[in-house]
T-cell receptor
Framework: GAVVSQHPSRVICKSGTSVKIECRSLDFQATTMFWYRQFPKQSLMLMATSNEGSKATYEQGVEKDKFLINHASLTLSTLTVTSAHPEDSSFYIC????????????FGPGTRLLVL | AQSVTQLGSHVSVSEGALVLLRCNYSSSVPPYLFWYVQYPNQGLQLLLKYTSAATLVKGINGFEAEFKKSETSFHLTKPSAHMSDAAEYFCAVSEGNTDKLIFGTGTRLQVFP
């Protein structure tokens, strides 16, 4: 099956710093990727749709300047949490839609962010 | 708008017992429905999906789900629980003509020996 990787798997940073999370589609090219946020013991909330060659589409309530998304190539999307604060601590997961249709998405292993 | 409701945030069963995780959906169009499993500190793994073909869908690890339009349900079942089935399970519906997924709140399955 398709493989999606995320790097880093875990990051601890100081408040006020920026953190970049990479999402890579290893098996096929992806013109879109999705970024989710998951708080402890809660469901996944879609943050934004990353679009190759154009701006990301953000869900309502998600700060565009806070969560910068760049779809650098057909296999790489990055999420940068700018000026991170403790309330940004969360589990961030990306997904890649299967290009063969059927609306299946393949999920990355997630990145645990802890902001001190 | 499409939505998914998972009844029961926690389900506990004994090893070998039937597993039943409930999911009801709301959709104005024929839905694509999914069940995903998440183990601690990991991403989501697809268990199975419904795409308007057979109403009884078989997935991995012995799980299956039945699409019932009259009940707007897509409950997940497994005849005999195994200790390794302990995890968080999410039901999801695909939104309209996009690939976006709307997730339910999740059900944590505990399996006791």
């Amino acid at each position: 099956g398709a493989v999606v990787s995320q790097h880093p798997s875990r990051v601890i940073c100081k408040s006020g710093t920026s953190v970049k999370i990479e999402c890579r589609s290893l098996d096929f090219q992806a013109t879109t990727m999705f970024w989710y946020r998951q708080f402890p013991k809660q469901s996944l909330m879609l943050m934004a749709t990353s679009n190759e060659g154009s701006k990301a589409t953000y869900e309502q309530g998600v700060e565009k300047d806070k969560f910068l998304i760049n779809h650098a190539s057909l296999t790489l999307s990055t999420l940068t949490v700018t000026s991170a604060h403790p309330e940004d601590s969360s589990f961030y997961i990306c997904s890649v839609p299967y290009q063969g249709g059927g609306k299946t998405q393949y999920f990355g292993p997630g990145t645990r962010l802890l902001v001190l | 708008a499409q939505s998914v409701t998972q009844l029961g945030s926690h389900v506990s069963v004994s090893e070998g017992a039937l597993v039943l995780l409930r999911c009801n959906y709301s959709s104005s169009v024929p839905p694509y429905l999914f069940w995903y499993v998440q183990y601690p500190n990991q991403g989501l793994q697809l268990l199975l999906k419904y795409t308007s073909a057979a109403t009884l869908v078989k997935g991995i690890n012995g799980f299956e789900a039945e699409f019932k339009k009259s009940e707007t349900s897509f409950h997940l079942t497994k005849p005999s629980a195994h200790m390794s089935d302990a995890a968080e399970y999410f039901c999801a519906v695909s939104e309209g003509n996009t690939d976006k997924l709307i997730f339910g709140t999740g059900t944590r399955l505990q399996v006791f020996p």
